[in-house]
């Protein structure tokens, strides 16, 4: 797993502390991606922070370079496909030589020589997921069954940096901004559903079209803390890999964030 510098710092304390010899966590991220500094050399993040980086690479591409290259190889790869063959296993409408597919409610379209076309601004995060599924899902309905990430056939490996990356701070923007779920539901067309596992909030988004998405949000009580889980159908590989799967998740993630910022809200760092 290759994780960005700002996927890395958003794992430090953001203490600017310098006990790891270096001016800010930032820049410690940052010579951490580049392979110069180890995560056991801050001393402040928690020993599961800490297992997710056994066996990682010293050296290693940029995300962007790694980025480039996987999304020119899936570019080539529709070149090569009939996508009009492609628009009833995605759930999507083929004209005009073009795919289009509902991504939180949103039109994201390719065409014949994989070029992307959107409304809205195309997000690093969702091309690769979304050429993915446009190439690969098997069209296999919901079944209404829903599981956390570990559960899921090649979830175990993801779980814990799933944990770390997505659900925590996706948590910490809840806590905070009290607004958030009612936007999921006004921007990104998400459904209230019958409460499940006893949630006091339980939204349904369709990150892709046969791959639903179940957030649950308990709100903190008295002596108890709150608690957010996501929850995927059990289905869900069938239509797009596990870690595009975790791509899509955290970038999503991302982008709620980013409404919390905007309206004021400051998300710290997951490391509890």
Known sequence: MTLSTIEIYKLLPKTNCKECRT???FAFAALMFKGEREISECPYVGKEVVDLFKGTAKKVNTVEEDREKFLESLRHRVTQTDLASRA??????????RLTIKIMGKDFSVDSTGKL?????????????????VLET?????TGTW?????????????RLFGQMCEKPLKQVADTYPDLFADMIALFNGKPVD??????????????????????????EE???????????????????I???????????????KIGLKHGVATPCPTD
């Open 23 to 25: 001016q800010t966590c």
């Open 88 to 97: 009833k296993p995605t759930g999507g409408i083929y004209a005009n030589n």
């Open 117 to 133: 076309f959107s409304d809205i601004h195309v997000n690093p995060w969702v091309a690769g997921p979304f050429l993915t599924y």
């Open 138 to 142: 098997k069209g296999v309905p919901a």
């Open 147 to 159: 599981v956390p990430l570990r559960e899921l056939e090649g979830g175990k490996d993801w779980a």
């Open 195 to 220: 409460n499940h596992y006893q949630s006091d909030i339980s939204l349904v988004l369709h990150p892709l079209p046969y791959l639903p998405m179940l957030i649950c949000y308990w709100k903190p």
């Open 223 to 241: 002596e108890l803390s709150s608690e957010l889980n996501l929850f995927f159908d059990q289905n869900a590989e069938e239509n797009l890999n």
């Open 243 to 257: 870690d595009r799967i975790y791509t899509l998740s955290t970038g999503l993630v991302t982008m709620f964030e």
